[in-house]
């Protein structure tokens, strides 16, 4: 399994934009990098997927360099109701669950 | 998307009893995940349960403590079985939400509290 390494939190005002990085040093050529969201007394929930470079949806940015070593998901503009528990994942979208690791997370409080 | 229920919602349990876990799924899926999340924890994978075969139970994780039934496309148990309070924790199941993504759909979650 890709293990990989977040900050454990991190605090943003709101109307700014939060960077979480994320590092993935042992990542493999097939794996994709997933980011998830985690409210209290709910289950994650998928915000966005890349394999390089860039990629931006309705959500957040991901944004990974060349070596893939790392990736940084950026929410833009983040409001009290961005703050949640962010997990950065690595694994093979056609390998199953079972080849995803869901480490720490960071916990990101948005302060008023 | 698939809308994922749970139940129970929460329970407290008394050590040396077993609770079954419910987990019902709107549409048909092949794969459906059982994840355990203990308090302030990350989550871990426990089993995947394909319709029709046995369970595939990850590292850590065995049969005769956590039994799991998969009867149809749209519904699966798992059960704790002979719990101790080490076993309080938040279950989750989870479905893939589409091929070629990591994406998956989680249930709201079981809040399990062993006294």
Known sequence: LAKTTQPISMDSYE????????SHNNIATNDYITWYQQ????????????????VTNEVASLFIPADRKSSTLSLPRVSLSDTAVYYCLVGDPLAGANNLFFGTGTRLTVIP | SAVISQK?????????????IQCQVDSQVTMMFWYRQQPGQSLT???????????????GFVIDKFPISRPNLTFSTLTVSNMSPEDSSIYLCSVEARMGYNEQFFGPGTRLTVL
């Open chain 1, 15 to 22: 109307g700014q934009e939060v960077n979480i990085t994320c």
């Open chain 1, 39 to 54: 409210f209290p007394s709910q289950g994650p929930r998928f915000i966005i997927q890349g394999y390089k470079t860039k």
């Open chain 2, 8 to 20: 129970p919602s929460r329970d407290i349990c008394q050590r040396g009893t077993s609770l079954t």
């Open chain 2, 45 to 59: 994978l426990i089993a995947t349960a394909n319709q029709g075969s046995e369970a595939t139970y990850e590292s």
